[in-house]
């Protein structure tokens, strides 16, 4: 699968009715975007009927789950839905899987535990994928295109060997090197890039530190910022200016577009930007104004 270099990524979508996200999605295919990315969490919109609605929404952009919650389905039916959805819509949606975190998990009634473990089950399950018909009809099934949520070595080599490749969130340009390193020339890595599009560095900081707080308290992020050589005192009173910059870009189109090349420079297949915009939850004000230096009109 070939991504062009520059994807949206936004929250909204997992939380927003179908009769907002679809003239969102519909808006944001229009700037020209590549990819559509968005999340699942805990009580949120189910993530392969959400993608369904964006789908239908829309015509050319591809739609991407970043990422779909492993502990909230089985392989099969992951696998199933998958398939579904290539086929209805043309190729254009990707799945994005991710083992998410112990406050998304436990409260479903599992327990989060031994995550590369338990991903490299649920793979071993989608590739076995038994097809069990009353009227015993014999069916071609194609492969799932996949793309693993990953941060640390263990789960990057995972992607490596059992999917296209890595989806990483809340990173630095360093991790984007490292990663790049882990899984070798040939693999995707989409990188999630926070942006704020604001002139004014004191606001500008007031939105990436709220924007930061959530991950600030969720020990897969803190234990990947700790492997980038990050200390405690960055993760202080809603992060270190050190730590705020390296992972929220702040500033006009041209500082946004110059992180961009440097994930790409470092090895990035595609920079998924997720506009922290107020106002507009799905950001498209900020995206609007950065199509014209971050898109290529050949891709």
């Known amino acids: 699968m070939r991504l062009g270099t520059i994807g949206a990524w936004c929250a909204a979508f997992t939380v927003a009715p179908a009769a907002d996200a679809r003239p969102a999605a519909r808006e944001i295919e229009a700037f020209g975007y590549d990819t ?15 993608a369904a609605v964006l789908l239908a929404a829309t015509d050319r952009i591809r739609v991407a789950s970043g990422i779909a919650n ?30 998410s975190h112990p406050r998304q998990v436990d409260p479903r009634g599992h327990t989060y535990r031994r995550p ?13 994928d038994p097809f069990v018909s009353p009227d015993g009809a014999k069916v071609t099934r194609p492969p799932v295109p996949r793309i693993l949520a990953a941060l640390r070595p263990p789960m990057l080599r995972l992607a490596r060997e059992r999917a296209l490749g890595a989806h990483t969130f809340l990173v630095p340009v360093e991790h984007t090197r490292r990663a790049r390193d ?21 606001d500008a900081r007031r939105r990436a530190r709220g924007a930061l707080a959530w991950y600030l308290d969720t020990p897969n992020y803190l234990d990947n910022l700790r492997w980038l050589g990050f200390a405690e005192a960055d993760f202080a009173r809603g992060g270190s200016d050190a730590l705020v910059d390296a992972l929220i870009v702040a500033g006009d189109e041209e500082t ?3 992180r961009c090349d440097a994930h790409l420079d470092a090895g990035a297949s595609q920079v998924a930007v997720q506009p922290l915009e107020e106002g507009d939850p799905f950001g498209r004000e900020t995206l609007r104004r950065l199509a014209s230096v971050l898109l290529d009109p050949r891709e």
């Open 70 to 99: 492993i502990w909230g389905r089985d392989g099969v039916s992951a696998a199933n839905a998958a398939r579904v959805l290539a086929d209805a819509f043309d190729d254009r949606y990707l799945l994005g899987l991710g083992v």
């Open 116 to 128: 590369v473990a338990t991903m490299r089950a649920f793979l071993d399950a989608m590739d076995d």
């Open 36 to 50: 559509l990315w968005y999340p699942e969490g805990l009580g949120t919109r189910e993530s392969f009927t959400n």
């Open 256 to 258: 946004i577009a110059a």
């Open 182 to 202: 882990i899984l070798g020339p040939a693999a995707l890595l989409v990188v999630e890039q926070k942006v704020v599009l604001a002139r004014d560095p004191v």
